[in-house]
């Protein structure tokens, strides 16, 4: 069964410093991995989509590295801001199942 | 539509009772899935839909939840007698096929039972 953990479960910084949040799947044989931020009592937002075969994505100040076969992936957010903060959730989809696994959240705290 | 549309926004119940939460993906999309979240989790896999056949409900928790989608576009999740646990952030996405693209949430459903 896929297990997917985010640690930490909390981060906070002063704005202008770089966010890095780590992502770890224990079942490498996934099809993708997708980004999403989540906003207090909101649904999700896709951030960044990466197919397996991929190692990295980026848009904007968003960058996410994915390494298969270590089951781990990490966003990179450059230069935050207090608008960064929110939960970051990870998902990944199975090579052989369509669903979404999804983390626990890290939930970001940005202070000006 | 241009994104997922779910209704109600919130729902208020008391133990016991019905209750339906509507989601209208994007058209177009084939797949449909539906998540639940608790206060401070990740979301956890319900049950999604490829057209109009539920092609994974594993993750419904008990015989009180079904999901349908008759027409291969709207979906309607249904929980008969509802318990205290039930409340959570009911939430739907859909992406264009099954396996293919991003998937798109809609803004969720939250549902509190008394």
Redesign the interface.
């Known amino acids: 069964k896929q297990e997917?953990t985010?640690i930490p479960a909390a981060l906070s910084v002063p704005e202008g410093e770089n966010l890095v949040l780590n992502c770890s799947f224990t079942d490498s044989a996934i099809?993708?991995l997708?980004w999403?931020r989540q906003d207090p009592?909101?649904?999700?937002?896709?951030l960044l989509?990466i197919q397996s075969s991929q190692r990295e994505q980026t848009s904007g100040r968003l960058n996410a590295s994915l390494d298969k076969s270590s089951g781990r992936s990490t966003l990179y957010i450059a230069a935050s801001q207090p608008g960064d903060s929110a939960t970051y959730?990870c998902?990944v989809?199975r090579a052989a199942?369509?669903?979404?696994?999804?983390?626990?959240?890290t939930r970001v705290l940005v202070k000006p | 539509g241009a994104g997922v549309s779910q209704t109600p926004s919130n729902k208020v119940t008391e133990k016991g009772k019905y209750v339906e939460l509507r989601c209208d993906p994007i058209s177009g999309h084939t797949a449909l899935y539906w998540y639940r979240q608790s206060l401070g989790q990740g979301p956890e896999f319900l049950i999604y839909f490829q057209g109009t056949g539920a092609a994974d409900d594993s993750g419904l928790p008990n015989d009180r939840f079904f999901a349908v989608r008759p027409e291969g576009s709207v979906s309607t999740l249904k929980i008969q007698r509802t318990e205290r646990g039930d409340s959570a952030m009911y939430l739907c996405a859909s992406r264009i096929r099954v396996n293919t693209g991003e998937l798109f949430f809609g803004e969720g459903s939250r549902l509190t039972v008394l």
Do not use: P
């Open positions: 997917v985010q099809y993708n997708q999403f009592g909101k649904g999700l937002t896709s989509l959730l998902a989809t199942g369509n669903k979404l696994t999804f983390g626990g959240g």
